[in-house]
């Protein structure tokens, strides 16, 4: 791997609901965090953006900011975009976030109130569009289905975003979230399926590197 300086985004985003919930998914953050570790064990400078992530999966040496929502990690991820050789966006932003924020909410309120949802800011797509010459970016996706839905939705995927990598896990079913193991499919940003890792998450967190770095060479 030839990257000096690689930014990483692990975990799952937690939008707020009232003062005490919120909407989230079942990332720890895991694959995120041993992404970070393959490239610290490679030799580059690696800041971490952990979107609630805890301290016990995150490899020492590594600079941790924290992102706990959709916004901060925008915010942080564009911060952190123009020192980067490498960017790897692997945490799990939400989807959508409710409009309002409100105080906190009881069982025991009159009327059993109603969610309104806006969607999330695309931090893959925002990081891409402000990227600097000489950038590789790398995606993940994670995908629910058949074996066969997931390579092909991850093609479109891939198309649609335009990251230079992007890596395809299936999840639901005990696959990818809260497990120790993982298999990835890569894709390039014209849709080509570039292989597949299966094993840890460190080992298919080097696995992605090293495509990574290929990719980067051949620009």
């Known amino acids: 791997m030839s990257f000096c300086s690689v930014v990483v985004s692990a975990g799952g985003t937690r939008e707020p609901w009232d003062e005490v919930r919120f909407l989230g998914n079942r990332s720890t953050g895991r694959q995120g965090c041993e992404v970070a570790r393959a490239a610290l064990e490679a030799g580059a400078a690696v800041t971490l953006v952990a979107a609630n992530v805890e301290a016990a999966l995150i490899p020492h040496g590594v600079t941790v900011v924290d992102a706990p929502t959709a916004e901060d990690m925008l915010h942080h991820m564009t911060a952190f975009l123009p020192q980067a050789d490498l960017v790897v966006m692997c945490a799990a932003v939400a989807d959508f976030r409710p409009i309002r924020v409100a105080g906190k909410i009881s069982r025991h309120d009159a009327t059993i109130p109603t969610l309104e949802l806006e969607r ?100």
């Open 120 to 219: 999330t800011p695309d931090v893959l797509l925002n990081l891409i569009r402000q990227r600097r010459e000489g950038q590789t970016i790398v995606g993940f996706g994670a995908l629910a289905g058949s074996e066969a839905q997931v390579r092909e939705n991850g093609r479109k995927k891939a198309l649609d975003k335009g990251a230079d990598l992007l890596c395809v896990n299936r999840v639901g079913d005990g696959h990818g979230f809260a497990t120790a193991t993982n298999t990835l499919i890569f894709f390039d940003s014209q849709g080509n399926e570039r292989g597949q890792a299966s094993g840890t998450k460190f080992e298919v967190a080097q696995a992605m590197l090293r495509l990574a770095g290929e990719i980067s060479q051949s620009h």
